[in-house]
């Protein structure tokens, strides 16, 4: 048999659905003064990107047994090269979870962290009381409008990312390769 994939979500659709949606809740509610939810801390990112990979990749060895290691020599690959492709290979396989965990965290954090900066930024120059503080505070006010739009989108885009990527190594790790 193919094994039972629905634990891991790569057979349901709802279960993608159900990640992309909690992930973008979580994204666009970080958007909020005071709030910090579990996608904005890296530590929380990449734990849970690495539990992810982890599962993928016990699960893929219990299905395919010894076959697994035929993820880290692709197949056509001369001989030869195989003490230079493995370990490239089993560094790319591995780094997977750092970097979807790191590339959600981060992102979120920099949009998160220039809004911080702008807003900081706006209040002290309208607490300076000049004419050139009011003008320069209120500038930063209206900018943080389509930065705060853009950091919605932002949110939603790398929700989505994390949900595809995640779909893509299911199917590597289902189909090795």
């Not at 057979?11 to 909690?22: P, Q």
């Not at 709030?35 to 734990?47: D, F, L, R, S």
């Not at 780094?95 to 209040?123: E, K, P, Q």
Request: a negative charge; one cysteine or more.
């Amino acid at each position: 048999g193919s094994g039972d994939w629905s634990a891991v979500g790569c057979s349901s659709d709802l279960s993608s659905g159900i990640n992309a949606e909690y992930g973008g809740f979580c994204n666009v509610t970080n958007l909020l003064p005071y709030v910090e939810m579990p996608t904005q801390i890296i530590g929380c990112t990449v734990a849970m990107s690495t539990t992810l990979i982890a599962g993928l990749t016990i699960k893929a060895i219990a299905k395919h047994k010894l076959n697994f290691a035929s993820f880290f020599f692709p197949a056509g690959a001369p001989v030869g090269l195989a003490p230079l492709l493995v370990p490239v290979e089993t560094i790319s396989f591995f780094s997977r979870a750092i970097s979807l965990g790191v590339r959600l965290g981060a992102n979120l954090t920099a949009g998160h962290m220039i809004m911080h900066i702008i807003s900081d930024f706006g209040a002290q120059m309208l607490a300076s009381g000049t004419i050139g503080g009011g003008i320069g505070g209120a500038f930063c006010c209206a900018a943080l409008v389509p930065i705060t739009i853009l950091e919605m989108a932002v949110a939603c885009v790398q929700a989505y990312v994390f949900c595809m990527l995640t779909t893509m190594y299911m199917k590597d790790a289902h189909e090795l390769h």
